[in-house]
T-cell receptor, first 110, second 113 residues
């Protein structure tokens, strides 16, 4: 069954704007991770947030986690054309395997 | 540290042939995971292995698919008698014993013709 569900499915913004993507999940988790995938390429790990953390920053990325609502958000500030990619959340509940959502396709127009 | 190495990058097989996908984990990682990604979809977990053991194969199709991670050498995902529906990108990842340091390879794109 699908664990992570991202919304929106697709997002188109102008360069310099902020992009926010959301992820919801169903079961208890150990951690939640965000990945980026450029078209036809592999996945790049962006950030990991543990279940006992509420917010984490890494450069232009800000991730929040609300375990009571079983949701997370990824904010990319001051977006660039190079941020154009698909973004996936993935949850880890037990046994180390990750369960991915269907992803958000972000397009940043220059 | 070369990261997670997958080969081949692209693989074309005719229906009914066998496909063998290889994955060498990062140095120091003994946990390997295989995922499949269909076009326009997210990754779906297939199998989780440690050296010589299958830990979780809940995502593996019951027939034609098998995986191994021998004591020496890379992990192998084997698909027998491939069908067109097996066409997908197959990604391997590895992690340390705590499940962190999760790193993905660049994937093998299998096309069945």
């Amino acid at each position: 069954s699908q664990q992570g569900e991202e919304d929106p499915q697709a997002l188109s913004i102008q360069e310099g704007e902020n992009a926010t993507m959301n992820c919801s999940y169903k079961t208890s988790i150990n951690n939640l991770q965000w990945y980026r995938q450029n078209s036809g390429r592999g996945l790049v790990h962006l950030i990991l947030i543990r279940s006992n953390e509420r917010e984490k920053h890494s450069g232009r990325l800000r991730v929040t986690l609300d375990t009571s609502k079983k949701s997370s958000s990824l904010l990319i500030t001051a977006s660039r054309a190079a941020d154009t990619a698909s973004y996936f959340c993935a949850t880890s509940s037990y046994g180390n395997k990750l369960v991915f959502g269907a992803g958000t396709i972000l397009r940043v127009k220059s | 540290n070369a990261g997670v190495m997958q080969n081949p990058r692209h693989l074309v097989r005719r229906r009914g042939q066998e496909a063998r996908l290889r994955c060498s984990p990062m140095k120091g990682h003994s946990h390997v995971y295989w995922y499949r990604q269909l076009p326009e979809e997210g990754l779906k977990f297939m199998v989780y292995l440690q050296k010589e053991n299958i830990i979780d194969e809940s995502g593996m199709p019951k027939e034609r698919f098998s995986a191994e991670f021998p004591k020496e050498g890379p992990s192998i995902l084997r698909i027998q008698q491939v069908v067109r529906g097996d066409s997908a990108a197959y990604f391997c990842a590895s992690s340390d014993d705590e499940g962190y340091g999760y790193t993905f390879g660049s994937g093998t794109r299998l096309t069945v013709v």
